[in-house]
């Protein structure tokens, strides 16, 4: 069945108007669409149903969870807005919280990060079938273009039955969701409408447009009811909790924000455990090149730099990094690593280039027309604009680049005036996922143990949001120690660990409890 029928088939009756459509998508902004999804093929369900059982075994905090908080249902009443890369992990997080009580509504905060059998298994969930679907709403697939990601945030966000229209509480990763509740807000307060024509870039103006939209099919009162509606955030990514604390700081901030990434066994186990493996499959799997021996290039030595670091050496690589904190470069001549910058890099013949920094501009469209024949570009880090895409496709617009799709999320980008190519023409770069993040356009992300953390202090975090939203204020915060220790704790079974116990005396003279926490929280781990 076409993506377009079975959509339609699925909607309330008159909510397919495709008459005003938003942008590229074909669709109604406000579609009352229970889902959308690529494919609700029996064997589809049936492949994420499975993984979604296997993985469940792998994350031992999210089951511990179930078994706690199962009975006590400590998110009744919620309505969690999820905006997180909608993959296996994920689809065990979606059916975690549920099983504590939330009502929940999905997208993924990537187009190309959505593994399309576990969007299927979600929106059917464990007792329905691909024709009476029995999970929850999911509005995610991989490729999507921009304006269907919003398309689909807008979905997730509204919220049929609700007295404000939409969620309660948002579990964000890179703060999308966040900021287009808090720009739709200050448009309406401030009684504007943004200036499409004055976007600084694509993605840009289809934020705007949707603005915009909503507006005009809504009024003017649709964010400001929405956002007083909303207990909190949890945020998932050193992007989005950089936003949280900026408006903060400028005193803009709706809701209070929980900072799930700063949790050690968050930070350590996504960002340094989770890269360490992902990246080197994520290449290999883009390339199939042999990364021994390869001269690899690593942007940035924070947590995620770190892990990429690993994962490169790993395979025997010889990596170099670069870095702007004296800090992280010293710590990484402790571990033998050059610091060296792109600059260097482009003059030494370098195969391999990831960014890690969370920032942008960090290879530039002049870098890469400088680069080896067929050195691989990609990014671990921050969006798409730590690598100057941009900059490509307006070369590509002006016939100075050919881009070439080799497969899905795997591109040649062909110089056409250059000559240090083969026999001296034009050379060429493979840029893997876009620019995007390479772990999960180009393989299926972190593995499911190292989820488990993360998602575990997710979960905690949103309890705690939801019950005591009002003790935090607007502002933002990390989980407390010992919930950190907590997380940990449900996770060392796996690994057949016996802790040991201090006696009173023992913990008197380090002045901590027994049961702890054990560190302060200035503590570096």
């Known amino acids: 069945m076409r993506i377009y029928e079975w959509m339609r ?108 059998h576990a969007a299927a298994g979600v929106v059917v969930g464990p007792s329905g079938t691909p024709d009476k679907p029995a999970g929850s709403p999911v509005f995610a697939w991989k490729g999507e273009t ?16 609700s007295p404000t229209g939409g969620a309660n509480m948002i579990l964000d990763d890179g703060g999308d969701a966040t900021l287009l509740v808090h720009l739709g807000y200050e448009h309406e307060q401030a009684g504007t409408l943004p200036n499409v024509d004055a976007a600084s870039n694509e993605e840009e103006r289809i934020i705007l447009q949707l603005i915009v939209d909503v507006r005009r099919e809504k009024g003017d009162k649709y964010w400001t009811k929405m956002a007083a509606g909303i207990k909190g955030v949890t945020e998932e990514t050193t992007t989005g909790v950089h936003r949280l604390y900026k408006r903060q700081v400028d005193g803009t901030l709706l809701f209070p924000g929980i900072n799930v990434n700063d949790s050690v066994t968050k930070s350590k186990f996504d960002n340094l455990y989770g890269c360490r493996h992902s990246l080197v499959d ?31 050496r790993g395979q025997s690589a010889r990596v170099a990094i670069t870095e702007v904190d004296p800090i992280c470069a010293l710590q990484a001549c402790m571990r033998g690593i050059d610091v060296i910058t792109v600059e260097d890099a482009l003059t030494q013949d ?36 730590e690598i100057d895409m941009a900059g490509l496709e307006a070369m590509a617009a002006r016939g100075e680049v050919e881009k070439i799709e080799v497969k899905p999320q795997v591109h040649e980008w062909k110089f056409k005036n250059t000559t240090h190519g083969p026999d001296g023409k034009g050379h060429s770069i493979i840029v893997l996922a876009e620019g995007r993040l390479v772990n999960l356009g180009c393989a299926t992300g972190h593995p499911s143990l190292v989820m488990s953390a993360s998602f575990t202090n997710q979960t905690l975090a949103q309890i705690e949001l939801f019950q005591h939203a009002d003790k935090y204020g607007k502002t933002v915060t990390v989980l407390p120690k010992h ?28 002045d901590v409890p027994v049961q702890g926490p054990f560190k302060p929280d200035a503590y570096r781990y």
């Open 9 to 116: 088939r699925s909607a309330a009756p008159g909510a397919f108007d495709m008459t005003a459509t938003f942008l590229d998508t074909r669709l109604p902004l406000f579609s009352n669409l229970p889902y959308k999804v690529k494919d609700l093929s029996e064997a589809t369900v049936r492949f994420g149903r499975k993984e979604m059982e296997l993985a469940l075994h792998e994350m031992p905090g999210l089951a511990s969870l179930r078994e706690e908080f199962g009975t006590s249902k400590p998110l009744a009443g919620a309505r969690i807005m999820g905006s997180l890369h909608m993959t296996i992990q994920t689809a065990v997080l979606i059916e975690t919280l549920v099983a504590l009580g939330a009502e929940v509504r999905w997208v993924s905060c990537n187009i190309f990060s959505t593994q399309d």
């Open 146 to 161: 921009l304006a269907e990601y919003w398309w689909c945030t807008m979905q997730a966000l509204e919220w049929p039955g």
């Open 282 to 312: 994520a290449i290999m799997r883009a390339t199939d090149v042999l990364i021994a021996g390869k001269k690899a290039l690593v942007c940035g030595f924070g947590d995620v730099g770190k892990g990429s670091v690993d994962s490169l």
């Open 350 to 385: 370098f195969d391999i280039y990831v960014t890690a920094t969370g920032n942008k501009d960090i290879i530039t469209a002049k870098h890469m027309a400088a680069m080896k024949h067929n050195a691989i570009v990609c990014n671990i880090g921050h969006f798409d604009n």
């Open 483 to 510: 919930l950190d220790e907590k997380v940990a704790r449900l996770h060392l079974d796996k690994f057949g660990v016996k802790l040991t116990t201090l006696t009173e005396s023992q913990a008197a003279y380090i």
